[in-house]
Every structure is written in structure tokens, then in C-alpha cells.
């Protein structure tokens, strides 16, 4: 099993058989923040400044991949740019959405090579009155299409400024639905709010697609 410090940025793997803990060492400024399992049986994750490195679950090592992940700033004070979450796609490379940045990255695994898929949005901002967006969930379903959430978000930026000049913290904006068959060169989509009539989520952390095709989030 292996984890991740959050506060102190560094990789920790943890055997199940005698709970012996080792620490493999700092990957992260702070905040380190998602390992996710590539096609190879390697772990993959960044620092908060972006940068990508590789677990070697067998030769126990970490290794730097030399790549670094965009970042989209927005009205956003804080930097963060680690990733936020990734899929395995039809085309065997590891898909992964970044906090925060405007783009889907896809890695192949079995040569190194980053590719930036482009923007997951069709537009500047998903909701309106949002200071930062970012993808949490995403997955795809039994015909290689790639589904996500994008989870909005307005706080501590321009728009929660309130009439006396403080800051406050406003949370609530809708999440969107997106889909978009991004391993065939097509273009994202935008399907609208995430929910029914009566309740629409504002922060959605998964997305998974059943052996049915039935998305849950």
C-alpha cells in the first residue's frame, strides 16, 4: 500500500503483511496530493508546482519524469498544480486532469511521453460567477468516451468580495457534465448541470462508469 503525506510532501509505502512503514522519500514542496495507478503497475503523481515522477513499485525507487504540467491560473490566489485525478483510456495511456489547469494530459507509460490533449472546457468558464474550476472525477465508459465533472468553485477571489470590501467564502455554484472522445481526436461536450430537478452537486469528487455503462458520481 502507499500513500502520500500531505503536509510534508513525501511518499510512504506500507507493507499489509508486517505494517512496516518506509518512507521512499520528499516528492512534493507540500501538498502532495494523488498517486494513480498507471497501465504498467507504477504509481504516478506531481508536486504542487507540477512537476511529474514516477513510483517504481519494483525497483522501489522514484524517478523523475522531466515533465512538467500546465497551469491555468484563473482568479485563483493560490497555486496549486498538482494532479487531481487520471483514467486509464482505450488506448492504454494514463489520462490526467490537473489541479488546477484548463487541460487533460495523457501519458504513455511505456515510453514516457506526455502529450496535452487541450482544454476539457468549450469555454473560458463553465459556470458563471466561478473564480477556478477543476476536475475531480472522470472516466470512461465501454466505447472509449471520456466522461467528467467539472466542480466549480467562488472563493477567497474577485467575485466574493462582498459590498462592505471583505472576503467571504461563497461555495454552491453547479457542477457540469462533460463527455468527450478525446483517444479519437474529437472535441469535449458539454451536457449541462449535473443532477435532477431537485438537487445539483457542487463539488463532486468521483466519476466511475459501471461494467453496464451507468455513470455514478
Known sequence: LYSLGMLRGHVYRISLDDLNVKDMGKVSECYSFRLLMGPDGNLYGASKSGYVYKVDTKEQKIIDMNYKLPYSRMDYTRSFNNISNGSIGPDGRL??????ADDIVALDTSTGKFENMGPYKIAKRSVRGENRNIVWGLDFDNNGVLWYVVTSANDGGYYSTNTSGSDV????????LYRWDIARGGK???LGMLGTK???PC????????KN?????
Request: no cysteine; proline share 6%.
Open 213 to 217: 455503462n451507468i455513470l455514478y458520481a
Open 203 to 210: 463539488h463532486v469528487s468521483e466519476v466511475i462508469v459501471d
Open 188 to 190: 469535449p461536450e458539454y
Open 198 to 200: 431537485q438537487r445539483v
Open 169 to 176: 467564502l461563497e461555495y454552491g455554484l453547479p457542477s457540469t
Open 95 to 100: 489520462y490526467m486532469s490537473i489541479m488546477y
